[in-house]
């Protein structure tokens, strides 16, 4: 689960690297096991068994590395072998550097998780990676909810985490804390699924009838809210700036599991220098064989085995081609967006294509702070260091994947302070999303100063109100419409795929959990019947709301 409204209160406070030297780069992965073209993979003359991974993102990364614990511990022995198109490891979860300063790393996808995201938690833990940066927190974080002509809710406090309970309470009633409630009967539902009888699983959604989630999946945040008798104001404004900033879609359209996925921030954090990191030691500590820059182009199936081929791009831009078999295949990538030419009748099913939201992510550094006229605030009014977006009331939207309403954004932060390389000057470090690119005329008008023309341009010392800019699409997560089927974890005997799980919970921890459960699928694979621990006894779930309606 990530960071609701806290995504942005904690941005505030994570990524500080207070002058670290980056403990290892994406480069720094080893060139291993060179197959010559046309090679085959040993297994079958060793008895290794031979799997590619595609994609090193979270879902890629966890299964390599719970591959390689797995298989160790049933003792049999499996070669790894991943493949990456890009020239690092995170896929999602990326840093790039303020001013291009590696001692100031931001987080460009990924920024959060929480206390209940055992697998990222432990990781942290097991590779000495530091969360620190994210408890204290470097100057006042006001956060206020914009709706294109007002602030519907400003916090005050800036030492709590999270909102003012008594203040949300004060002004909502018993809403918060009837969301709250809900959130924890379906976080604890959801926790369920990473221990026997319910992991492993091969059918996510069996396993989500199982664990009687589908009654969340299955209608939109606001009628699951509404269901459990949760309405008005504390929807509208909290929860939907909520869904808004960490999925750019509003109560309409998000199922209710990823809503309350919205509200569980207990205990958010993040990596000192980035969350990469964790995904980066997964593969290092998997032994597996790394392949960056190389894309996987086609698989074939012969003989009982996959093919892969493959392009790599080295650093002098010299390609090489590769065609190499595997026992078992495991796509941890969007199966649309991983553009592989799959030969034709090798899937049971090829994955739906559900929409992803193209999410524009703008970082910048600036002296300036946002103007006052442009948030019709009087002249001694405080202004939020963090505005989140909600639609306004009158706002009836044609089409609910254009949900940004009249705000235009879906949220501005003030990320920290940042010191500028040329000028040695204190600035600030923003972070926008919206739908569509960022506009000088935007800019200008949030800062109430002019703006240079052309924002690629700006250097440290050119003297522009802004100072770096960095600009970035994601296709970031799905459209999260309310279902009740999710893509199958196998589309053909040993042919895995984890990104059914980005349409159910899109976050580093799920994926990653999508990555452990087929790892152990693989491992099971492999194993003689009798020791697979696939396939258990399942006990009886009450149907939510059964034990909660009552008294929410
Ligand atoms: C802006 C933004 C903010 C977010 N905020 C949060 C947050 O705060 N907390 C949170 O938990 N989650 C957050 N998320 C979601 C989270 O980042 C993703 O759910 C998660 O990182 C996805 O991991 P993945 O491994 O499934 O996919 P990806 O990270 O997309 O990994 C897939 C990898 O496969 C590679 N690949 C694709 N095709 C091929 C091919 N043909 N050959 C070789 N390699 C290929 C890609 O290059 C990529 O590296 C955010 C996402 C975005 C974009
Ligand atoms: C995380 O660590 C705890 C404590 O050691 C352990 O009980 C739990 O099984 C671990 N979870 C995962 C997913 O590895
Ligand atoms: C890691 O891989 C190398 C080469 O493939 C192998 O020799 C070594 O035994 C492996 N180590 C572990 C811990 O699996
Ligand atoms: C894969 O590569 C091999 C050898 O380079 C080639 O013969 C084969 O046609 C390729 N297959 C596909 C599907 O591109
Ligand atoms: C990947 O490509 C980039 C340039 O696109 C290059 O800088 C880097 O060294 C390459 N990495 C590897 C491991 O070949």
Known sequence: MHAGLSLVLVSVLCGQT???????????????????????????????????????????????????????????????????????????????????????????????????????????????????????????????????????????????????????????????????????????????????????????????????????????????????????????????????????????????????????????????GGNWQIFDSMVKHSNATLHLNSTVNSITKSKGRYRLNTTSIDASSEETQRSTAFDTIVLAAPYKYAKINVEEGLLKKIPDTVPYVSLHVTLFTSTHRFSRDFFNLGPNAEIPSTILTTLSPDEVLANPEKGVGKAGFFSISTLRTVINPETLKMESLYKIFSPEPVTPEFLAKLFGTEMPVDLSKVTADSGDAITWYYPHVWNSYPYEYPRVTFEETELAPGFYYTSGMDSFISTMETNALMGMNIARLVVDDYLPAEQAQDEPKLLEQKPLGSENGAEL
């Open 18 to 272: 207070l002058g670290f030297a980056w403990p290892f780069t994406a480069f720094a992965a080893t060139f291993a096991n060179q197959d010559t073209p046309e090679s085959e993979s040993d297994s079958d003359e060793s008895g290794h068994r031979s799997v590619a991974i595609i994609g090193a993102g979270a879902g890629g990364s966890a299964t390599a590395y719970y591959l390689q614990q797995f298989a160790a511990e049933s003792g049999i022995d499996i070669d790894i072998t991943v493949f990456e198109k890009e020239s690092y490891i995170g896929g999602r979860t990326t840093t790039v550097n303020a001013y291009g300063n590696h001692l100031e790393p931001v987080e460009l996808g990924g920024s959060i998780f929480v206390e209940a995201n055992e697998i990222l938690k432990n990781a942290t833990a097991k590779f000495g990676l530091s969360t620190e940066g994210a408890i204290t927190q470097e100057f006042e974080d006001i956060v206020g909810i914009w709706n294109g002509e007002k602030f519907v809710y400003t916090t005050k406090d800036s030492d709590s985490q999270w909102w003012d309970i008594a203040k949300l309470v004060w002004k909502y009633g018993f809403a918060p804390i009837k969301t709250q409630r809900l959130m924890q009967t379906v976080v604890g539902r959801f926790k369920q699924i990473y221990t026997a009888p319910f992991f492993p699983f091969r059918s996510l959604s069996e396993r989500a009838q199982d664990l009687d989630l589908l009654s969340a999946t299955s209608l939109t945040g606001e009628q699951f809210l509404e269901k459990n008798g949760i309405s008005g104001g504390f929807t509208t404004d909290i929860i939907q700036a909520s869904t808004r900033v960490n999925y750019g879609q509003n109560l309409g359209l998000i199922h209710g599991l990823e809503t309350m996925v919205c509200m569980a921030i207990e205990g958010a954090m993040s990596v000192d």
